[in-house]
T-cell receptor, first 112, second 114 residues
């Protein structure tokens, strides 16, 4: 069965650079969530989208932005990267009306 | 204030030694409580959803139960391949019946030795 696809799997950036992470949800899933998980930490909710509109916002820094496109894939854009942004970034998707989230394998961002 | 608290933080078991993991939560309206398994460097893998007090669900060696304030994940006769971090998450019922995002606990890291 198709899963949530995230790219890239690994990304290394310098401080103050910009990074973009991509997420392709499971087919027919119209809701996408982004989570950040620091080393040894629990996943922290960043932002979610439903039908290409932002549906909820968590602890997402102002330096980060995200959007969901017409094909339901989503991109997380991170600017002015800081060392503390180094983390695993997970995308999850769910069909509308269902509350079980299926997570992708994550994108590991390392900021040097 | 933490809304989801898991204990213990880490648990070491011998193969076949049964035990339980705890997840306590404080949300005003619970839409659902979720258990996920996470292996190192991988995304959380869905295990169970519980919706109301008294509900129980089982899958192989795992059994999840729910009360009004906490959930337990019972592991019966664990095997080394059960070693992972087990995450508990709650989803709040928001205004108008809409659902909130998942709020995760910090997880319990389970190690099962042969």
């Amino acid at each position: 069965a198709a899963g949530v696809i995230q790219s890239p799997r690994h990304l290394i950036k310098e401080k103050r650079e910009t990074a973009t992470l991509k997420c392709y949800p499971i087919p027919r899933h119209d809701t996408v969530y982004w989570y950040q998980q620091g080393p040894g930490q629990d996943p922290q909710f960043l932002i979610s989208f439903y039908e290409k509109m932002q549906s909820d916002k968590g602890s997402i820094p102002d330096r980060f932005s995200a959007q969901q496109f017409s094909d339901y894939h989503s991109e997380l854009n991170m600017s002015s990267l800081e060392l503390g942004d180094s983390a695993l970034y997970f995308c999850a998707s769910s069909p509308s009306g269902a509350n079980v989230l299926t997570f992708g394998a994550g994108s590991r961002l390392t900021v040097l | 204030e933490d809304q989801v608290t898991q204990s213990p933080e880490a648990l070491r078991l011998q193969e076949g030694e049964s035990s339980s993991l705890n997840c306590s939560y404080t949300v005003s309206g619970l839409r659902g409580l979720f258990w996920y398994r996470q292996d190192p460097g991988k995304g959380p893998e869905f295990l169970f959803t519980l919706y109301s007090a008294g509900e129980e669900k089982e899958k192989e060696r795992l059994k999840a139960t729910l009360t009004k304030k906490e959930s337990f994940l019972h592991i019966t006769a664990p095997k080394p391949e059960d070693s992972a971090t087990y995450l508990c998450a709650v989803q709040e019922e928001l205004y108008g019946g809409s659902q909130g995002n998942l709020i995760f606990g910090k997880g319990t890291k389970l190690s099962v030795k042969p």
